[in-house]
């Protein structure tokens, strides 16, 4: 199990990986890239890890996607699986690995059937295909949404410093352009607010963000409010943006593209607020309201508020 | 410095599939319909490279069935200077193309290969970097920016968060995201102009070892559907009884 990366840092999406792993088997951790020491010891307290192999970089070793796969296929003899998130980090590295291997992954995993067989999505989620691995060492990375994390506990798996081979020729890391964002992540998100090209004739996402602010929540967006410069583009939702979970998602102005419900899936419950009676959100809301959202949203953040006052 | 642009056709993503428990058409759903729209970004990035006068050549290639030769005039006429079309009939995993591309990048000695961030159809997203591995080329996926500085490509990756800016030493492999540009249409006058163009068509050999093999293909979890709501009053409520609200 490769340790999550969120801008170079650890991630918490390492736990719901190694959920997925220990359905599999004994689960060693790989805690590499920036800030590796940080990614040990936080996966070290994990439940179900039972090692952490730290990798510790050096100028020699920097800590390239190109190092690392070529760090891991040094150590795949030893392994039958080998996992990732399918975040920006593992989706890159994974594949790469599976070049050196000569050996496909099986990307987007949401579901472990038996030691060799997992499903995955495709289509952007309008079929399921069953896949059955053939080769091993089996690449695989795992959607997050599609597993709970495992627990944090007090015994601490042991570190162990793994032995690195010569660097090999890599791109060269210049930095990361952060969002300032001072709200939740989408990927952890328990609410989430998203805005579409509905917004666009406001020329902002104000309404979205105050909604998102009054519940505490996440802002996401569709495509279309990306294109139309409302929102950047981190806060897509979709296939070919980030696939989400949280306990309530609330899409206003959006139409629901089969693209956009391809993120949204594995809400727990889905609102939609659009004017169009037969917007497709509609169809596969558990809630769904027509009206105009800016004049629904904020007396939505209204009602909301009186009731947590009531209780 | 020469590009080298791979581009799959897939389904039109504008098109819903529906699929019963066991449908396996589904495997071909993706061939034939329209170019994937990530590698139409990536042709479109290789074309500007040209017409900034940074890159000398512009080939594209497909590895799939003969259908797949009007995508690739489609590219010609987009801007293109040379078509390869790697012909099987075979459904290939990603690895077999990941292959035939590197193979390709070495003997046509290019300097740069532009692919999508993944196919819409199967949502793999690791031909870009399988090819990078195999070549020991250096990679970047997701990217929104891409330049060629100084003999470097200067590019921002699309990563959780953020962008992440990287410099890649050449020859390189780059997969491009939605934001990097929008894609040209091809002009009438270009698309008479790309029937004299050069389209090369080569037999890919057959080749077995499966990395992993599709059982079975079936529709998704449905979710229930649920109910209309006449008013915000009445939403709020609901999303108060469902436990739903912080
Ligand atoms: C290869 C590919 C990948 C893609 N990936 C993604 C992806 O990952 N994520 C994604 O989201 N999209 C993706 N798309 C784009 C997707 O197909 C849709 O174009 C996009 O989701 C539409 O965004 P939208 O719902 O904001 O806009 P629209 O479809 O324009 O919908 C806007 C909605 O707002 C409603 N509205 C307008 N004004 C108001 C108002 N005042 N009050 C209430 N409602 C109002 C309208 O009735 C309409 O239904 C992708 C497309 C392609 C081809
Ligand atoms: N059969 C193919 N022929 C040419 N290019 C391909 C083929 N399959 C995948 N690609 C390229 O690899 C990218 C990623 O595809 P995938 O890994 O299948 O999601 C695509 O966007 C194309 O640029």
Redesign the pocket.
Known sequence: MLASDRLGGPSALTARAVAAGTLLGRVDLLAAGSRSGEKAEAGRRIQGVDAVLLVNHSDAFPPSTENLAWLIQGMAGDYRWILAVHDAFGADLIPRVGGLLEISPVTQVNAILAPDVCTRPVYAGQAVARVILKKFPALLTVRPTAFAPAATIHALAPVLEVSLPAAVVSGRHQGYRSSPNQRPDLSEAAVIVAG???LE?AHSFAAVEALADQLGGAVGA????VDAGLASSDL??????QIVAPDLYIGL?????I??LA?IKDAGIIVA????PN?PLHAVADYSLVA???DAAPRLGEAILARKKGR | MKVLVALKEVGD?AVAVHVAAGDESVQREGVGGVIN?FDEIALEAAIGLKEQGLVAEVVAVSVGPLVWEGSLRTALAMGADRAILLRTDSVLEPLQVAKALAACAIREAVGLILLGRQG?DHDWGVTGPMTAGILGWPQATCVSRFGLVRGYGEVVREVDGGGQLLRLPLPAVVSCDLGLNTPRYASLPNIMKARSKPLEIRVLPQSADPSWEILYYGPPVQRSSGRRVASVEELAEQLDQAGVLP
């Open positions: 579409g090209q509905g004739s569709t495509r279309g409010a897509q939702i979709g296939q070919t943006g102005g959006i139409s629901g593209a693209q956009h993120g607020i659009n004017h169009d917007a105009d959202l800016f | 993503p729209p819409v």
